[in-house]
């Protein structure tokens, strides 16, 4: 059998090995924090006398709510008692959009020479919010970038502070942790990226978004500092608001 030679001899660098496995343990770290088991409670029932439960609904009808608290134990709630019932949980999947300005230093194992380009790039994300402060999602961003374009792709988290992201305005804090991933490079180089954001409500599902990023790849041979100052746009798939509206008037889950 004749042996084909590629005409592009690919180099593998021990820091780029070291890079490879060092990305794929923080992302398994990532990945068994975020599907980790906690117990959490769902819903807070507000009784006409001032006090509070919270637990999660596992029945309701015209007459009265049974609530599961923390404990397992059961509680039965006449709506006659109840002020209101507003939702803990929070959830709804959302999309993120978004475009700005990236500059995003690597190093070209192909012509084994590092690079600093500064251009107009995109990033999609798409995950869950929860709870009113924690959003989890996939990150996809692509920069066209000279001599080599650069896909980037990988995983973050997000945190609200001060007020939550049902909140007419908010500030949030988050960190992504990706692959970069450029033509002729055999392994991705790996990158953490903290940044600090904020959020303005359009609508009860749209908001739009800005933040600003800081990039560094610790095991690549490229360690000069990177920045992204990115806005867009946010889609939440549910109206949560809606949601506890329509519950509040029919009392069905």
Not at 44 to 61: H, M, R, W
Not at 178 to 183: A, D, E, G, R, T
């Amino acid at each position: 059998m004749k042996t084909i030679r590629s005409p592009f001899p690919i180099q593998v660098s021990n820091s780029n090995k070291a890079s490879g496995s060092w990305a794929g343990l923080l992302f398994a770290i990532f990945l068994v924090g975020c599907n980790s088991y906690q117990k959490h409670l769902n819903e807070a029932v507000s009784l006409g006398n001032g006090n509070t439960e919270t637990g999660n609904i596992v029945n309701s009808d015209s007459v009265q709510l049974r609530l599961q608290k923390l404990d397992g134990s059961l509680m039965t709630i006449q709506w006659s008692d109840i002020a209101n019932v507003s939702s803990i949980k929070r959830q709804s999947l959302a999309i993120s959009m978004n475009g700005g300005i990236f500059y995003s230093p690597y190093h070209s194992v192909f012509k084994n020479e590092n690079y600093d380009p500064t251009v107009a790039g995109t990033a999609i994300r798409v995950g869950m919010l929860k709870y009113g402060k924690r959003y989890r999602y996939v990150n996809l961003a692509f920069l066209p970038t000279e001599p080599y374009n650069i896909f980037k792709t990988g995983v973050g988290f997000q945190r609200y502070f001060g007020r939550d992201y049902l909140a007419k305005w908010n500030l949030h804090a988050g960190s992504e942790f990706n692959l970069m991933h450029i033509k002729y490079n055999n392994v991705p180089q790996f990158c953490i990226e903290p940044y600090l954001g904020g959020e303005l409500k359009w609508t009860e599902q749209v908001r739009f978004n800005s933040k600003l990023a800081f990039v560094y790849c610790p095991l690549g041979k490229n360690s000069r500092l990177g920045t992204n100052l990115m806005v867009g746009i946010n889609y939440l798939f549910a109206n949560i608001e809606k949601r506890q509206a329509t519950f509040l008037q029919n009392r069905k889950l």
